[in-house]
């Protein structure tokens, strides 16, 4: 009795390793395709074809450490220049920003503020949920007014959104009306929250709040994907020529996604692999309780071929019960990986497909290693001597 519950328990041990491993192989896809997905939902909230055009870092100079950081040439004209002399762009948008302390009352808290024009919401892809958009009067100067994102409001306000059109909000002690709020956005795909900010006009921005004449950043957006490379030759083309010098960097953003995305695909092949090889510990936690098991059935073996069992009869059924923990193993694996799967789309409220194939193929892997190392214990059973099993008896 006490022989026959020790094979069980070897045997559950053995089982248990295929478990994890189909069940990992399941979990571990679904998570790719989860973030996979959760890229390209950021991908439609931004258009994937804008060009950025960047501030080039200061290189090193000898004996001079303090000279460091990014060159301050880039400006709110060379984004006019890039609007009126390269062909086939839809929209160009200069744009700075800043961390500051955002109040009102006796509510504070930290948040992000760009100075922004008119084609940036439609860069951005942002809406106005209450309020009005921006002016031409706005854009001159002449009025404090500022957007705020939802978050903010949420921190330093609290009401009902709509409740602080027309209210005021400190930025660094100084003053802005609100005259709209963004729509929500909700995160991107690097974790930031883009209702965490507050738009004023660029102008105001520099003029008012910084003091200065220079921008972080300029995006352009082409008229369709197919000018995107047109576009970022002439931008870089021009401005070399304002500059006299390559003091800036052009980007795409869609170079940008594909990074992401070829990231995300290698980090998911990855884990598939490592769980794979779970599967391949449980085969040999299947060898193992395989041996085990012929060398306490050695008289059992014996009795068989005294009575006449072939050897084959013998390889055969030790092959069958490796095959059997295989398919229990599978099965169980497949029925956890596919709970954990439900429960990580749940979490993630992410509607995708369930990955039936990939786990129809962790099955089949499963009995398909439970099968391979299966066969050195049947074989080696097979071949044990009738006298020698029949002496131990």
């Known amino acids: 009795m006490n022989r026959f519950r020790g094979r069980v328990f070897r045997s559950v041990l053995a089982v248990l390793g295929l478990v994890v491993g189909v069940a990992s192989v399941m979990a571990m896809t679904t998570l790719g395709r989860l973030q996979e997905q959760k890229l390209y939902r950021e991908m439609e909230k931004m258009s994937v074809n804008t060009v950025m055009v960047v501030p080039e870092s200061i290189p090193p100079v000898v004996f001079h450490p303090e000279m460091t950081g990014t060159y301050k040439t880039l400006t709110p004209e060379d984004a006019v220049a890039i609007r009126e002399r390269v062909p086939h762009v839809r929209a160009v948008t200069a744009t700075e920003y800043k961390t500051v302390t955002a109040k009102m009352g006796d509510k504070t808290a930290s948040t992000t503020l760009a100075g922004v024009d008119r084609d940036y919401f439609a860069v951005k892809r942002l809406g106005i949920a209450w309020g009005r958009p ?37 930025l660094n002690r100084f003053p802005f009306r609100i005259v709209g709020i963004l729509e929500r956005k909700g995160v991107d795909a690097s974790g930031m929250d883009r209702d965490d900010m507050v738009l004023i006009p660029l102008t105001t921005l520099l003029s008012v709040v910084l003091n200065q004449t220079y921008v972080r950043v300029i995006y352009v957006e082409p008229d369709s994907a197919q000018d995107v490379k047109s576009v970022r030759d002439a931008v870089r083309i021009l401005l070399r020529w304002r500059h006299g010098r390559r003091d800036f960097a052009v980007r795409v953003m869609t170079s940008y996604i594909e990074r992401k995305l070829k990231t ?9 692999v490592v769980a794979a090889i779970a599967l391949l510990v449980g085969g040999i936690g299947v060898l193992a309780v395989m041996l085990i098991n012929g060398r306490e059935r050695v008289p059992e073996i014996g009795i068989k071929r005294a009575v006449g069992a072939r050897k084959r009869d013998v390889f055969l059924e030790f092959l069958q019960e490796s095959l059997l923990l295989g398919v229990f193993g599978g099965i169980l694996g497949w029925c956890s990986g596919f709970a954990l799967s439900r429960f990580l789309i749940f979490e993630q409220k992410t509607p995708i497909a369930l990955p039936w194939r990939i786990g129809l193929g962790a099955f089949l892997f499963s009995v398909a290693i439970a099968a391979l190392f299966g066969l050195y214990p049947a074989w080696r059973a097979s071949r044990l001597d009738v006298i020698r099993a029949l002496y131990d008896e």
Do not use: H
Not at 264 to 272: K, N
């Open 134 to 170: 921006l002016s031409p009067r706005d854009l001159a100067g002449e009025r404090k007014v500022c957007w705020v994102g939802q978050s903010v409001l949420k921190n330093v306000f609290g009401a009902s959104p709509g409740r602080a059109v027309g209210r005021v909000i400190y």
């Open 264 to 272: 995300g695909r290698m980090i998911a092949l990855s884990t598939t």
